[in-house]
Every structure is written in C-alpha cells, then in structure tokens.
C-alpha cells in the first residue's frame, strides 16, 4: 500500500509525461506542416504565401478552419478538398493525426 505523500509525486510525474507525449506530438506535426504544407499554407499557417494566395487557402487560425471536427480535418487532409491534394499516399494516419493537432495548436495563436 502506498503511503498518501506518493500520489502527488506519481501525479506530476504522470503530467510530466503527457506533457512530454504532447510536446513530441507537436514537434513531429510541426516537421510534417513544414515538409508538406507549408508551401501553400505559410510557415504560420495564415496562407501568405504565393501559392496559398494564388489558390485561396484558408487561414488556418480562422474560426472557420477550427469549428471543423478532428475527422473533417483528417477526411480534408486524407482526400483533399477543392484545390487541396489528397495526402492520403504520401503520409501515415499518424502523420495526418500529428497534422490535425498541430492546426488545433494554430488556431490557439
């Protein structure tokens, strides 16, 4: 039986490694953005670039981008959408999964 005064220690350490999982997951998604979405998208994910000019895309801070769900995000991503490719071939369901959580952090900017 543990003693009271080891759960708030097994707590932090629990925290500190969802914190680690989420960090990593933002770092990965953030490499994937920078390798495959960025040129049309921008480094910010605002759309200002040439191309994203060119094609129209959405900012993806915008309420308009957030309010979709997780699955539109990934189905977007996954098959493509308009103007936008499918990225189905060129990257994994985690990748697109990574992907979805970092325009979730985007639009917290």
């Known amino acids: 039986m ?5 759960r708030p220690l097994i707590l932090v350490m629990a925290m500190v490694l969802v914190l680690l999982a989420t960090s990593n997951l933002f770092a990965q998604g953030a490499d994937t953005f920078k390798a495959k979405c960025a040129m049309c998208h921008g480094p910010d994910g605002a759309g200002k670039t040439t191309m994203g000019e060119r094609l129209k895309v959405r900012d993806l801070h915008s309420a308009d981008v957030q309010k979709q769900s997780d699955a539109e995000l990934s189905q977007f ?4 959408k308009e103007k936008m490719p499918a990225f189905e071939s060129k990257l994994s369901k985690e990748q697109i999964d990574e992907l979805v959580g970092y325009i979730r952090e985007l639009g917290k900017k």
Not at 2 to 6: A, E, L, M, P
Not at 77 to 80: A, F, K
């Open 77 to 80: 991503i996954t098959n493509g």
């Open 2 to 6: 543990r003693s009271n005064s080891t």
